[in-house]
């Protein structure tokens, strides 16, 4: 199409692929070039005159999915022709379904003219074509052509005009989305998927840093208790015999206090850990469940982030309290042997 007026060309060829059906309805005595579509909204551009003239009247129809296209487009033309054409408009109607499905979200749009159509053109505007009892009686036609096509083609679903609340129905109300919403979840769904993958790539870099930094800490550790062993042997072969002898005792028992009081701490700590977890699992379903689907899946790439570096942390503390564990058993050899030495004897 071409604007005669800014002399823009517009080009809709790509829409195509939805548009399934496409007229132009025009009252009987109407211009034959009114059927051209670039000269009808030429034309509408033309007579009017202030800048905030309204130009057309949009109509969006949902069209019923149990139908097939053909008895799609004959309820189309059917409504059209009765509800605007005899009352002297001129409609522009399309419809349009899904690419890849065509009971996916079938409807139609109808630009609707707001003058009388005369044998030379377009004359006076017509308000009585904004009155609201119009747009009631739309409805209300809608409803009876549609119901019409749904028991002609032998189908039992109806539709209804009026509102939930109109008809008894306690439900919440919903709002059409249309094909933008569509198109944002899908964008919002790829932006999350690539989050994900670069954040699959984050992990695997900090589980190495992990496990290098583990490596470090335990290596740290490992210096830290020779030398301490290095010392106590030292210390316990320059005591008399009595003396090591009490003292190697007091510091087992000492140690065996210490360890089965760290094993009740860590057992009352995992059980108020685990307590605290399923409290936060359950609240966290719940509020899980009523999340949209990108939303889902932007929790469970950061749970599964979050979930990788726990296990790696746990695995390095495991690791590390085992090599401790294993270290202090062999302790109580040393200790033994440094008993059954000689030992140096002070006489004071």
Do not use: C
Not at 63 to 82: A, M
Not at 191 to 206: F, G, S, T, V
Not at 303 to 330: D, G
Request: net charge positive; charged share 35%.
């Amino acid at each position: 199409m071409i604007d005669k007026r800014t002399g823009e060309v517009f080009d809709y060829s790509k829409r195509d692929l939805s548009v399934k059906f496409k007229e132009i309805f025009t009252p009987d005595g109407s211009p034959e070039w009114m059927k051209d579509r670039s000269k009808l909204w030429n034309a509408v551009e033309e007579i009017e005159k202030r800048k905030d003239a309204q130009l057309a009247r949009e109509i969006v129809l949902a069209l019923p999915v149990e139908l097939t296209r053909n008895q799609r487009v004959e309820l189309l033309r059917n409504f059209v022709q009765e509800a605007f054409v005899q009352k002297g408009m001129v409609a522009d109607a399309a419809i349009h379904e899904d690419f890849y499905q065509e009971t996916k979200n079938p409807h139609a749009h109808i630009m609707l003219t707001t003058r009388v159509v005369e044998p030379n053109g377009f004359g006076q505007k017509e308000r009585l074509w904004n009155d609201k009892q119009l747009l009631e009686e739309w409805r209300i036609s809608w409803q009876i052509h549609a119901n019409n096509a749904l028991e002609k083609a032998g189908r039992d679903e109806r539709i209804d005009h009026r509102t939930l609340a109109a008809q008894g129905i306690e439900r919440m109300p919903t709002i059409h989305e249309g094909w933008g919403a569509e198109k944002t979840e899908r964008k919002a769904i790829n932006e999350a998927i690539r989050a994900y993958n670069e954040n699959k790539a984050l992990e695997a870099q900090r589980e190495e840093l992990l496990a290098e930094l583990s490596g470090v800490v335990l290596q740290a550790k490992k210096e830290r208790f020779i030398q301490q062993q290095k010392t106590i042997e030292k210390t316990l072969l320059d005591m008399p015999t009595e003396r090591r002898r009490a003292y190697v005792q007091k510091t087992v028992e000492e140690l065996e206090k210490r360890r089965l009081e760290k094993v009740r701490r860590v057992q009352s700590k995992a059980s108020k850990r685990h307590e605290r977890r399923q409290a936060q699992y359950f609240e966290l379903r719940d509020t899980f469940r009523q999340k949209t689907p990108v939303e889902r899946l932007r929790i469970e790439a950061l749970y599964r982030q979050a979930a990788r570096l726990v296990t790696a942390l746990a695995e390095a503390i495991k690791t590390a309290s085992a090599w401790a564990k294993e270290r202090f058993e062999t302790l109580q050899p040393v200790v033994v042997k440094s008993l059954a030495s000689p030992g140096r004897e002070h006489e004071k």
